[in-house]
C-alpha cells in the first residue's frame, strides 16, 4: 500500500524533476537539501495513505521497525533510523484544521507589522534655535576662512618673485631666515605687507654696519656671503633691493 500510495501520486515524477534540477544546478548546494526534503514529503504522503486505509498505526510502525531491525545491507535498504523517526513523529502528529487556521490568519497582522515597521522613514529634527546657531557658526567660519585666503593671496602676490628674506625665531631661540616660497600658512599670515622695493645704492655707513654678523645677514644674488666679505665692494657697485 506504500508502494502504490508513491506510484498513485506520481512521485516518480518529483524525483526526475529534481535530479534534472541537480544536473543543471549541481554546484548549488542547497539543491541536495531540496532533494531530501522532496523525498522525505514523499514518505510523509504514503505513511498518510496506509494510516488513512488500515486505521492501525501502531501495527504499521511495527512494521516498519522490523523492517529497519532487519540484516538487509545498509546501500541496499531505503530505511534508516532517522528518516523512521521522522517517520514516527509525523504519523502520531494531530493536525487539527482550527490551530491551523489561527496560525495562518495571525500571520496577517504579523506581516502588516513588518511592512510598516521596515517602510517608515525617521527624518531626525532640529530645533529652530539649534539651526541658528549652527548657521551663525558656518557663516562666522566662512567669514574666518575668506579673511585669512585674502591676506594669504595679497602676500603672494606682493612677495612673488622677491628676494626679501624674512626672520623668524626658532623655538630655541634662534634666528632662521626663509624666503617667502618657504613660509608655512600661519608665518605668511604674521609678516606684514612691506611697502613696494626700491633699489638704491647703500651708504658707507650702512655699509660698515652690515658687517656685523651678530644684527644682519648678507645675501648677494640671492646667495648668503660672509659679512666680512663686504669690504671687497663699495657702495657704487652694490644695489640693494629694500
Known amino acids: ?10 512521485h516518480s515524477l518529483d524525483v526526475l524533476f529534481v535530479e534534472l534540477i541537480q544536473i543543471i544546478f549541481w554546484f548549488n548546494p542547497l539543491i541536495y ?20 486505509t488500515c ?4 501495527a504499521y510502525q511495527q512494521m516498519l521497525l522490523s523492517k529497519v531491525s532487519s540484516n538487509h545491507p545498509t546501500l541496499a535498504s531505503s530505511l534508516h533510523f532517522s528518516l523512521t523517526k521522522k517517520r514516527f ?20 497582522p504579523l506581516s502588516m507589522c ?36 585674502s591676506m594669504i593671496i595679497i602676500r ?6 622677491s628676494s626679501v628674506r624674512f626672520g623668524f625665531k626658532s623655538k630655541d631661540e634662534k634666528n ?15 609678516i606684514a605687507i612691506l611697502p613696494p622695493p626700491v633699489k638704491k645704492l647703500p651708504t658707507q655707513a650702512q655699509l660698515n654696519s652690515w658687517l656685523d654678523p651678530a644684527k644682519f645677514g648678507v645675501w648677494i644674488d640671492g646667495k648668503r656671503i660672509a659679512n666680512q666679505e663686504l669690504k671687497n665692494f663699495t657702495p657704487m657697485i652694490l644695489v640693494i633691493i629694500w
Not at 1 to 10: D, I, K, S, T
Not at 33 to 52: G, M, P, R, T
Not at 127 to 144: M, P, Y
Open 1 to 10: 500500500m506504500h508502494e502504490l500510495a508513491h506510484v498513485r501520486q506520481l
Open 33 to 52: 537539501f531540496y532533494k531530501q526534503a522532496i523525498k522525505l514529503n514523499h514518505e510523509y504522503l504514503a505513511d498518510e495513505s496506509v494510516i488513512n
Open 55 to 58: 486505521k492501525d498505526i501502531a
Open 89 to 108: 513523529i509525523m504519523m502520531t502528529k494531530s493536525n487539527s484544521p482550527k490551530k491551523a487556521f489561527i496560525k495562518k490568519f495571525a500571520l496577517i
Open 114 to 149: 513588518i511592512a510598516v515597521a521596515f517602510s517608515t522613514k525617521i527624518v531626525a529634527q532640529k530645533t529652530n534655535e539649534g539651526q541658528d546657531i549652527h548657521q551663525k557658526t558656518v557663516e562666522e567660519a566662512k567669514q574666518v576662512l575668506t579673511r585669512e585666503d
Open 156 to 161: 603672494d602676490n606682493f612677495h612673488k618673485n
Open 176 to 190: 632662521i631666515y626663509k624666503n617667502y616660497d618657504e613660509l608655512t600658512r600661519e608665518e605668511k599670515l604674521k
